[in-house]
């Protein structure tokens, strides 16, 4: 503040001021005793820092912008917002006092997708540690109870035979496939006691996750929590013929999976000839197929690559799946099947995406994390016939 005076009142003005300046000291004195009086010290003591952006604000601005909103949440902005709907009208997720539906939801897709951390989510959504964690779990929760309603067959019965199929330049010989089956490593950290059983054979400790898809790319059944060091049959048969053998989605008569050489060749499961060249990239540079055995292994891994390319999708959209924080192996397991559910719901939205339409038609893709490599399993005579009875049909267009 300027002050401005006459010659005429400086004496005045050099009295008030003294008085004036007696005054302020001793306010001051009065005000670091009363600090002091508290514990507090004057450096000590700071305005609270005000966020420049609130975590809703952060969603509604990448919401605002259609770019934004994908790189962010991993998927378009029509999809979030029927996915949130979907998610609070029928699947239980609120809002709470700290944190809306909407910033839940973006915060848990935001976590899931880069991936982050929860203390990175603390710092970019303005809530403490303990909102953050619980507001994840909730929609965690409420994503687990929709993979219950869209991790399965669209068509339960396998009446029709599918597109995919139809248009494929090995029709009509594989006109009774249902879908593929395989495993992928999902990289975990667990305790010390825990890494040997889960030490998988790509050198890291891993959930090995069984999943089976339909030629949309969906995800129809998932089974996980099983160690990297599990066998890949050892989860199929256990699934099939024990745990699950009521819910997993049983191939009905004559039809069949497409399965890879670690898998048996039985009623149901199509494998391919073991022995021969089968995946399309040890076709690729080199000769074509050489005799009726690597023709049919050749026609069996560019339908059966649908799994890989789904695989490919997943861990392309859920960075989260490529190394996990370190949560309980139950909560892992669940980041898992929630990952796929929103695999599936981006899909059954039949909206264009870019992960999707980037490995939809790409038959030479490979999950470079499938599962473990098997002891021998003994393969059935009837399915034996299948495969030599599309051998000796593929034989009559070579």
């Not at 951390?117 to 959504?125: D, G």
Request: charged residues 25%.
């Amino acid at each position: 503040m300027a002050f401005t005076s006459s010659e005429s009142n400086d004496s005045e003005m050099a009295s008030n001021s003294s008085e004036s300046s007696g005054w302020m000291y001793e306010a001051a004195a009065i005000a670091a005793y009363a600090m002091l009086d508290c514990g507090i010290s004057s450096s000590e003591k700071k305005p609270r820092k005000v966020p420049e952006e609130s975590g809703y604000q952060f969603v509604q601005r990448q919401l605002s912008n259609e770019e934004s909103c994908y790189n962010m949440f991993r998927m378009g902005r029509l999809v979030f917002y029927s996915l949130h709907e979907e998610l609070v009208n029928n699947y239980g997720l609120t809002s709470s006092d700290e944190m809306c539906s909407i910033e839940a939801l973006g915060m848990f897709l935001w976590m899931c997708g880069a991936p982050q951390s929860v203390r990175q989510a603390k710092h970019i959504f303005s809530h403490s540690l303990e909102t953050v964690s619980r507001r994840f779990n909730d929609v965690l929760e409420a994503v687990n109870l929709l993979a219950a309603k869209n991790i399965k067959p669209i068509d339960e019965t396998f009446a029709v035979v599918h597109p995919k199929i139809r248009e494929h330049r090995s029709w009509p010989h594989f006109r009774n496939c249902i879908g593929a089956i395989d495993g992928t490593h999902i990289e975990v950290i667990v305790p010390p006691s825990k890494q040997p059983v889960h030490m998988n054979r790509h050198g890291y400790c891993s959930q090995n996750a069984m999943a089976v898809c339909d030629f949309d790319m969906r995800f129809t059944f998932v089974v996980v929590g099983w160690p990297g060091s599990a066998h890949d049959t050892r989860i199929w048969r256990d699934t099939v013929f024990n745990k699950y053998k009521n819910t997993f989605p049983q191939p009905p008569v004559e039809k069949y999976y497409l399965v890879d050489s670690d898998y048996p060749n039985r009623n149901g499961y199509l494998a391919p000839y073991k022995g021969q060249r089968y995946h399309i990239t040890e076709f690729q540079n080199a000769s074509q197929p050489i005799g009726l055995k690597e023709l049919f292994n050749h026609a069996h891994s560019s339908l059966r690559n649908v799994i890989e390319r789904s695989f490919g999708v997943l861990k392309m959209k859920w960075r989260i799946l490529l190394k996990m924080p370190s949560y309980s192996m139950e909560k892992q397991a669940k980041i898992i099947i929630a990952c796929m559910a929103l695999h599936n719901f981006i899909r059954d939205s039949n909206l264009s995406d870019n992960d999707f339409d980037t490995l939809a038609s790409d038959e030479t893709y490979v999950d470079g994390d499938s599962g473990t490599t098997t002891s021998y399993v003994g393969d059935e005579e009837d399915m034996e016939d299948v495969r030599d009875a599309i051998v000796q049909a593929l034989a009559g267009e070579y």
